[in-house]
């Protein structure tokens, strides 16, 4: 007779040989006495011992297990191991949000004196984050292109740990190489850090490519649905172990109830990603020959710079594009902007629902003038983060801006 403990370790070696559609399914599950079929949500700030020899060496590290929900938690657990597997990575640290993400990946590794080198395509909040609140800590940041592996080369310093980008970026779809990147990383004793948030690893494992921690808002793609917020660190456990530390003590930590909310979005991640993707790049298309749009950044159009790169590294294009519309002023986008009455005016992306939004004004607004206009994001950009509804439908929609261009 099989037993329970013979039951999940055999099932444990079956999933560690598995794709990773079963991987965003059954990753990570270690059933209770229940037998439940679905992730059960646990919710409870803290742990009862079976005395206090126990509940010390639970504290001191000395024996696995609950300690307290602020760093461990069953349901949290469930998905750190689920992330981390489907992205290849040896461990995962869930965060509060994206942010507490990349800032907990930052406090960790990173000490007064050291140095980051960013592309400058990135989530304008990132760049806040590393310029003025790690530049209080004695972190100093330099922004290069995503594109050019000689500014990076040229960027880097004794005393640079860490090399950081988005690729795909937001909002222009740059794609950086990111197998090149992290080999010069490694040439210079860096560690290259990829936000992984546009793709998911359901379109891209930079992982796989060299990098050595991935990041992510699972409030995007990973829930799917614009229900929740919450992070996710991925990579080695020595790295991640010290993520985990920082989580700990500072206490960044994600709650059971999302955590939950998540897994349920990496059920369909794949499903959803190429769904998106599919939209995505049909709007591209029909955008491109529109009489009042100057220029779409999407990966996909065979015309954007990195397209053979994206096919390369990607299993797909993402769901986000951008555009610039005639006129050339913020008037003029806010204008096809206000036009619309399907789309949804939010800088959230990665939901069910087709989302628009001026990057200039919010998403991007906090930078300064030259700061965006270095990464790139024009007074007339408009950034589309494609959801699931009917092409169709979103065309019209979209057509409602064009009209209200009056080109």
Partial sequence: MTTDSDYQAQRDAVLREAELDTLAVRGGQQRTAEGEHSEPIFTTSSYVFASAEEAAARFSGEQPGNVYSRYTNPTVRTFEERIAAMEGGEAAVATSSGMAAILSTCMALLKSGDHVVCSHSVFGTTTVLLNKYMGKMGVSCSFVSPLDLNAWREAIRPETQLLFLESPSNPLSEIADISALATLAHEHNCLLVVDNCFCTPALQKPLALGADIVVHSA?????????????????RREHTDEVLAFIRSCGPSMSPFNAWVFLKGLETLRLRMMAHSANALALAQWLDEQPGIEK???????SHPGHALAAKQQAAFGGVLSFEV???DRESAWRFINATRLVSITANLGDAKTTIVHPGTTTHGRLSADERSRSGIRDNLIRLAVGLEDVRDLKADLQRGLDALNV
């Fill in 326 to 328: 005639a006129g050339g």
């Fill in 296 to 302: 779409v950044y999407y990966a996909g159009l065979p």
């Fill in 219 to 235: 409030t995007k793609y990973l829930d799917g649905q614009g229900r929740c917020v919450g992070g996710a660190v991925v990579g």
